[in-house]
Nanobody, 118 residues
Framework: QVQLVESGGGLVQPGGSLTLSCAAS????????MGWYRQAPGKQRELVAT??????NYADSVKGRFTISRDNAKNTVYLQMNSLKPEDTAVYYC?????????????WGQGTQVTVSS
């Protein structure tokens, strides 16, 4: 059974930093892509950042402030968040597209709350 386990959320003041982690575990052959999405109250879930091999992609709202990275040996993706703003407050979800026997499948983590407030 495949699981994505996230950690690192919490409460931080505006201008502060947080690092989120997401580790994939279980039975799979490899990882095609990993990414982070977020959902604020009353809003739709939106893409924050993705990483495919060494290619990264960011939402315009986080460019220059957030950095996504990946440790293939640990099947883990990270999101370093700097210069956080109150509008970054949301539940952050990890997503991974994993290679299984004969097909690929996307999985979601359980979500971790990030609150930016003074």
């Amino acid at each position: 059974q495949v699981q994505l386990v996230e950690s690192g959320g919490g409460l931080v003041q505006p201008g502060g930093s947080l690092t989120l982690s997401c580790a994939a575990s279980g039975s799979f052959f490899g990882i095609n892509a990993m990414g982070w999405y977020r959902q604020a109250p009353g809003k739709q879930r939106e893409l924050v950042a993705t990483i495919i091999s060494r290619t990264t992609n960011y939402a315009d709202s986080v460019k220059g402030r957030f950095t996504i990275s990946r440790d293939n040996a640990k099947n883990t993706v990270y999101l370093q968040m700097n210069s956080l703003k109150p509008e970054d407050t949301a539940v952050y979800y990890c997503n991974a597209d994993l290679r299984l026997p004969g097909h690929s499948q996307a999985y979601w983590g359980q979500g971790t709350q990030v609150t930016v407030s003074s």
